[in-house]
């Protein structure tokens, strides 16, 4: 048996276990076994993805550009782009608040 396989027989047998033993539930043990792996899963990858943009903050911090980028994104703000931004800007607030008339269709 897979180690999948041997990891959901024995959460369906904990899962049989924990509800008191009860006969003729053995698929809806096997599915929410399947369930919280599946969730396990996803919680997994959300954490190696975190991880993995933690990793790469670092690598930034250490690359010696956050100046620059700090510097550009200065100029940015400064300079003609700051309309776009502010625009920008204003339109995820709506957005985000459902406010935004041309996100409805």
Do not use: T
């Not at 599915?31 to 919280?36: H, K, P, S, T, V």
């Not at 782009?81 to 709506?94: F, G, N, P, T, W």
């Amino acid at each position: 048996m897979d180690d999948k396989l041997e990891h959901l027989h024995l959460r369906a047998y904990l899962i049989w276990e924990r509800e008191g033993r009860p006969e003729g539930r053995e698929v809806d043990h096997w599915l929410q076994a399947e369930r919280e792996f599946a969730q396990e899963e996803k919680d997994a990858a959300g954490l190696a993805a975190g991880r993995a943009y933690d990793r790469g903050v670092e690598e930034f911090e250490k690359s010696g550009r956050v100046e620059e980028a700090a510097e550009k994104a200065r100029k940015a703000l400064d300079g003609p782009e700051r309309d776009d931004l502010e625009k920008a800007q204003e339109s995820a607030r709506r957005k985000g608040k459902g406010d935004d008339l041309s996100a409805r269709r």
